[in-house]
């Protein structure tokens, strides 16, 4: 499910650094907060940014067509996303010898993802009792050793990937399921947009240094103002929803964007890696970018489902 996602909730620099950190975080460098120097053809923002803003915008392109053509075909879309960010999340839990069961866990989430689009939520939960239940028996014929770690971990993707994508399902199913997605799709984008501009331009004090020492509070200041504003203009426009609403789900949608990109960043740093991947040029790996989105997704479709009759 990746979109037009040009960097973490909150932060202007990669969110992760490598596994020797260097001089510490704020020191002078390119990037550092405050410094406006570039190397490698690398913007402020640690990042190739022609290339980042070039796949962006052509992954939120192809959102966009997907949503507004057959509705459907953006599930194709969201899944090959969820597909590809799970593969990547093998490899990581590899890295600390972690056995991911993928196949129950892909399989399942195929099925939960279906099932919330085609047959609602009762269905879903179904669904994820019973991948549960494979996990368990797939991961027997593995031996005895790493048995509650790999099952554990095989949960725990099973409900950071496909049960989060599919309340993206669930909003889509909906009739005016194109515009309830697209405003869950516009409220991290600006968010992220808001943060990125700030951070560049005035970031200077650090947000959260033990998890992520490139964020800063000037950063979550830029994205608090865009996708406030963001909210109060799309839920009128695109869902006739009141103002305050708006603003509410877009302060509820920042919240829930930082906490999935904080989660991400935490997890990389206890696997030493920098990315979970490399698919994307300037991005890095696709659940590096849509990390908020997946903590996102709940949030608001629970608050369209209150606010939107």
């Known amino acids: ?37 570039t190397a490698g053809g690398r913007s402020r923002a640690g990042r190739n940014l022609p290339a980042a803003i070039g796949v962006g915008l052509a992954l939120g392109g192809l959102a966009l067509v997907t949503l507004f053509t ?6 194709l ?3 090959a996303a969820a597909g590809l ?16 069961p993928l196949v129950p866990v892909a399989v399942g989430g195929v099925a939960a993802v279906a099932l919330a689009y085609w047959e609602g ?19 027997m014929t593995g031996g005895t050793v790493g048995y509650l770690r790999d099952v554990t971990a095989g949960v725990f993707a099973l409900l950071y990937l496909p049960l989060m994508a599919s309340f993206v399902a ?7 399921g194109p515009r309830r997605t697209l405003v869950f799709l516009l409220l991290p984008v600006c968010s992220d947009i808001g943060g990125y501009f700030a951070g560049v331009l005035i970031g200077r004090h650090q947000m959260a ?9 000037e950063g979550f200041g830029g994205s608090v103002l865009v996708c406030v504003v963001a909210g109060g203009i799309a839920l009128p426009t695109l869902l006739h929803g009141a103002l305050w609403q708006g603003v509410l789900v877009g302060l509820a949608a920042l919240a829930a964007a930082t906490l999935g990109d ?16 490399t698919v994307l040029p300037g991005h890095g790996g696709i659940l590096d970018r849509i990390d908020s989105l997946l903590v996102t997704a709940p949030v608001v479709w629970l608050l369209l489902l209150v606010f939107i009759k």
């Open 262 to 277: 904080l989660a991400e960043s935490m997890t990389k740093r206890d696997l030493e890696i920098k990315d979970m991947g």
């Open 77 to 79: 879309y969201m899944g």
């Open 70 to 75: 057959v509705k459907a075909t953006f599930l």
């Open 1 to 37: 499910m990746p979109f037009n996602d040009p960097g973490g909730p909150v932060v202007p620099e990669d969110d992760t650094p490598p596994l020797d950190p260097g001089p510490r975080a704020g020191a002078d460098g390119p990037g550092a907060p405050g410094n406006g120097g």
């Open 209 to 217: 240094p033990g998890i992520s020492p490139k964020k800063t509070w």
């Open 121 to 139: 939520e009762r269905a879903l939960v179904a669904c994820l009792a019973l991948t549960t239940i494979a996990i368990l028996a797939w991961r």
């Open 85 to 100: 960010a799970l593969w990547e999340l093998s490899r990581a839990l590899g890295v600390r010898g972690i056995r991911l």
């Open 170 to 176: 669930l909003m889509l199913a909906a009739p005016d």
